[in-house]
C-alpha cells in the first residue's frame, strides 16, 4: 500500500476511533485521553513543515466538528505539529535519522518512541487543557487533567502501535 493511501486510512481511522470510542473514557471528570495525534507522529521524519501543519489543523478540525470544540483540538494538534521537528532533534541527539523513515517502535526502538510521544503527547495535552480553561486562575486544574491523563493517551497509542504494526524491525 503505498504512502498517501496509509496515511488517509490512518487519518480516517484516528478520527473514528477518537470520536466514536476514546471520546467517552472519562474517569472521574480528569481524564480524558486522545489518540488521533499518533497520525501526526507517524508521519515520515522529512516531512515538509507546511503539509504538517496544513494535516494537523485538518485533523484537529476534524475532532472539532465532530466533538463541538469550536478549534480547541485544531489549536492544540497544529501547536505539536509545529514542535515536532525541533522534539525529534532534541530527542535524536547527534543520532541521524532518514529523513524518509518512519518514527515508530520498530524503526527508532522504545525508548526512542517513549521518550518522542511522552514530550509531544505533554505539548498537546496541556495546550489543549489549557485552551479549554482559557484562563490562568485554572492552570492547576488544567495541569492536573494534563498529569492525569498522560499515562492513559501514552498507554492507549502505544497499544494501537503495537497492534497494528509489523514486528519485524525496519532498517
Known amino acids: 500500500m503505498n504512502s498517501t493511501m496509509k496515511n488517509i486510512l490512518r487519518f480516517v481511522a484516528l478520527v473514528l476511533v477518537q470520536v466514536l470510542v476514546i471520546n467517552y473514557i472519562k474517569i472521574g471528570g480528569y481524564v480524558s485521553p486522545y489518540v488521533y495525534p499518533l497520525f501526526i507522529m507517524l508521519l515520515p521524519v522529512g516531512y515538509s513543515q507546511a503539509g504538517m501543519l496544513i494535516l494537523a489543523f485538518l485533523l484537529g478540525l476534524s475532532i472539532d466538528?465532530?466533538?463541538?470544540?469550536?478549534?480547541?483540538?485544531?489549536?492544540?494538534?497544529?501547536?505539536?505539529?509545529?514542535?515536532?521537528?525541533?522534539?525529534?532533534?532534541?530527542?535524536?541527539?547527534?543520532?541521524?535519522?532518514?529523513?524518509?523513515?518512519?518514527?515508530?517502535?520498530?524503526?527508532?526502538?522504545?525508548?526512542?518512541?517513549?521518550?518522542?510521544?511522552?514530550?509531544?503527547t505533554t505539548i498537546h495535552s496541556l495546550s489543549l487543557f489549557l485552551l479549554e480553561s482559557f484562563t490562568l486562575k485554572l492552570i492547576w486544574q488544567s495541569l492536573l487533567r494534563t498529569v492525569i491523563s498522560l499515562p492513559v493517551s501514552l498507554f492507549l497509542i502505544t497499544i494501537i502501535l503495537y497492534l497494528f504494526s509489523s514486528n519485524k524491525k525496519r532498517e
Not at 78 to 96: D, E, H, N, W, Y
Open 65 to 120: 466538528i465532530f466533538c463541538g470544540t469550536l478549534g480547541l483540538h485544531a489549536g492544540a494538534i497544529t501547536l505539536m505539529a509545529f514542535c515536532r521537528p525541533a522534539i525529534i532533534k532534541l530527542v535524536s541527539g547527534s543520532q541521524k535519522i532518514d529523513p524518509a523513515k518512519e518514527p515508530n517502535i520498530n524503526t527508532m526502538g522504545f525508548d526512542w518512541w517513549l521518550r518522542y510521544s511522552f514530550v509531544l
